[in-house]
């Protein structure tokens, strides 16, 4: 027997030796590294972890320079992406981004008719009295975003709710436009505008 | 109330608690080997440390390898890596620092009729060196050494060296070599890494009966190696065995609890995440033949143990509330073909029964509050269970029953300070003269303040 425990610990020993190295791979990256909190083909499971499925490139990109560079800071920005893209090269943050917008989108899940209404005048209209400007105009009337500005459609309410509270408490002050949009909506009108954005 | 005399003790011991926490470093990493090599805070993996995560389970599942450390690296001619170092080890320490009182002090250790000193302070009550990540692409260890304060020895402590390796998305395979039967195990169910009250005091009496699975094997030393598989991170196999690997080099008549070939270990477990929640419901085992051993030689019969227990793990993560709820429980046969012959048990077939359920809640991962129910219950047996001051059996039964309820401080996700109060309704077998030189159960309910720091 304790030839064969000899002979099972070099087996394995002989394997992990031969594994493949395929750190800079993107879609090996994503299922075996990213995956762990983001979920496969980039559908999360916790809202404390945004879907990427889908996501604009060009805002993945600037979000991962902005972790490896900690310019941006919220606490799970530094609790977890901090440490995940440092060692990430230019390249290969580019090809997960490419990676992940070429993932299938999750579909938006409609909330409360009441939170509903109320969003959408914020997201199609803004709140003019308090200087918010309707979010349609950059992320596009159907969330999808557009290059630096990120897809909202199908993400976690609860996500898009703590990046609002993160912009106007500036614990997330990596996107000056959204500091200032943040600045005076109440955390009633974030619910609101972050389930209809969450369900286009 | 004895306790409250003792208040001043406790006042020195927040003092010292306290001074322990100023040496803490300003950006607090919990289990800092992990932190260190994954560059993640310790709240990716922990709840509270050392209740895990889902995604503490993940990085345990895939062998500890998520690595964001400069790497030493190596490759061959076909572009497989060869080699990955941390330029720096992850090591880490351990400091615990506690204090102790029962109820009514516990006896003389040397002089009959005399009382030890109650209110205990250990400093430390254990300390730890580890190494834990990843020591080459997909193989990684968590190895700790450990100073026991309350023995006052260097040795081994828990050890699970893994490989992983995942197959597709959804599929994933790895072996665990340990030295602890569950230190292994993903949940905080199980005997290795149960929370709440993962620790208690180390001077405080403790139960005398425990099942083979719930730290009796781990307790006479083994090691073991075992393969395990899963599956989109829900459903979760593994099959090993354990041999004796007992600290001393030859094992022979002297050594107690020695294993005859091989014991047998499975584990089997679903979970199920959705939004903020997860919930594992599962069943373990282990089928033990042993030679008691102890000045007899390792021939003849065994005595065997099969253990089976089911556990069941709810857990709920909020940004500002966080509440697990656990609950296992282990029934042992046992067949004492080897005590019975010998004369040292009464009954050539028993049995033991434990039931522990445990619930807590952090406000923010700060302030926290935990309360759980324990229960350990068998067969009579008149000559395994005997009468002995102290720590022996009065009406020749094991049963031993109580509540345990903690208060935690965490002001750094690496630093805790706890205070538990354990109540016995019953210990080895009785409320009342259990030990059958006339202490009571509630004579060892136990007061305990523990400072807690990883660095």
């Given at each position: 027997m304790n030839k064969l425990l000899a002979r099972i610990t070099a087996l394995v020993l002989a394997a992990t030796a031969g594994a493949a190295f395929a750190q800079q791979d993107p879609a090996a990256l994503a299922q075996g590294v990213c995956s762990a909190c983001h979920g496969p083909d980039g559908h999360s499971i916790s809202p404390v972890f945004p879907n990427l499925a889908g996501q604009q490139p060009a805002y993945i990109t600037l979000q991962l320079f902005a972790f490896r560079d900690h310019r941006r800071g919220d606490p799970n920005a530094q609790a977890y992406m901090w440490g995940m893209a440092s060692q990430l090269s230019d390249d290969t943050i580019k090809a997960l981004a490419t990676y992940y917008a070429a993932q299938k989108p999750a579909p938006g899940q409609p909330g409360a008719s009441a939170l509903m209404a109320a969003g959408e005048k914020i997201y199609t209209q803004g709140v003019p009295a308090q200087g918010v400007p309707a979010c349609a105009t950059c992320h596009g009337a159907q969330g999808?975003?557009?290059?630096?500005?990120?897809?909202?459609?199908?993400q976690h309410v609860d996500y898009l709710v703590a990046q609002l509270e993160g912009f106007k408490s500036g614990t997330r002050s990596n996107a000056p436009i959204m500091l200032a949009v943040a600045r005076t909506l109440t955390p009633e009108q974030m619910r609101a505008v972050a389930t209809y954005a969450s369900s286009r | 109330m004895k306790m409250q005399s003792k208040c001043g003790s406790f006042f020195a011991l927040l003092a010292v608690a306290c001074s322990a926490l100023l040496l803490a470093p300003d950006n607090a990493q919990a289990v800092p080997s992990f932190a260190r090599q994954t560059g993640m805070a310790c709240e990716a993996c922990h709840t509270v440390f050392p209740e895990l995560t889902p995604f503490g389970r993940r990085f345990k599942l895939n062998g500890y390898v998520i690595d964001n450390l400069q790497q030493v690296s190596g490759m061959n001619t076909s572009k497989e890596q060869t080699l990955?170092?941390?330029?720096?080890?992850?090591?880490?320490?351990?400091?615990?620092?506690s204090y102790t009182q029962t109820q009514t002090a516990v006896p003389d250790s040397a002089v009959s009729g005399a009382q030890a000193k109650n209110g205990q302070v250990l400093f430390p009550q254990q300390a730890s060196l580890f190494y834990a990540g990843r020591i080459a692409p997909n193989l990684g260890a968590f190895v700790q050494f450990t100073y026991n304060g309350a023995s006052g020895s260097f040795g081994w402590d828990n050890t699970d060296?893994?490989?992983?390796?995942?197959?597709?998305d959804h599929f994933?395979?790895?072996?665990?070599?340990?030295?602890?039967?569950?230190?292994?195990?993903?949940?905080?169910?199980t005997p290795a890494w149960q929370t709440p009250f993962d620790q208690r005091s180390s001077t405080a009496p403790s139960r005398g009966a425990t099942t083979m699975i719930d730290g009796g094997l781990a307790g006479a030393g083994v090691a073991g190696l075992s393969a395990y598989a899963s599956w989109d991170n829900a459903f979760y196999a593994e099959l090993g065995a354990y041999r004796s690997a007992p600290a001393a080099a030859v094992i022979d008549s002297t050594s107690k609890n020695v294993v005859n070939a091989n014991a047998p270990y499975w584990r089997l477990a679903y979970e199920r995440q959705w939004d903020r929640q997860s919930w594992e419901v599962g069943a373990y085992g282990i089928d033990a033949n042993l030679y008691p051993g102890g000045g007899v030689a390792l021939t003849g019969p065994t005595n065997r143990y099969r253990d089976w227990a089911a556990d069941s793990q709810y857990e709920y993560i909020g940004d500002e509330h966080l509440f697990t709820a656990t609950a296992t429980y282990i029934r042992e046969n046992q067949t004492l073909d080897a005590s019975y012959a010998t004369g040292a048990s009464s009954n050539l077939r028993n049995n033991l029964k434990t039931l522990r359920l445990g619930a807590s809640y952090f406000f923010r991962r700060t302030y926290g509050a935990a309360l759980g129910y324990f229960s350990t219950a068998g067969s009579a047996d008149a000559l395994l269970y005997a009468p002995a001051l102290f720590s022996g059996y009065g009406n020749s039964r094991p049963d031993t029953k109580g509540w345990t309820a903690e208060l935690d401080w965490v002001p750094y996700e690496n630093t805790k300070l706890a205070l538990q109060y354990t109540n016995y309704s019953r210990f080895n077998g009785a409320a009342n003269n259990y030990d059958g030189s006339g202490r009571n159960a509630s004579d060892n309910n136990t007061l305990y303040l523990l400072g807690w720091i990883n660095f």
């Open positions: 999808l975003g557009d290059k630096a500005f990120p897809r909202l459609a199908g | 990955a170092l941390n330029q720096l080890p992850p090591l880490s320490m351990m400091f615990q620092t060296i893994r490989y992983a390796k995942m197959v597709n994933l395979w790895g072996m665990s070599f340990n030295n602890n039967p569950t230190v292994q195990d993903l949940w905080n169910t």
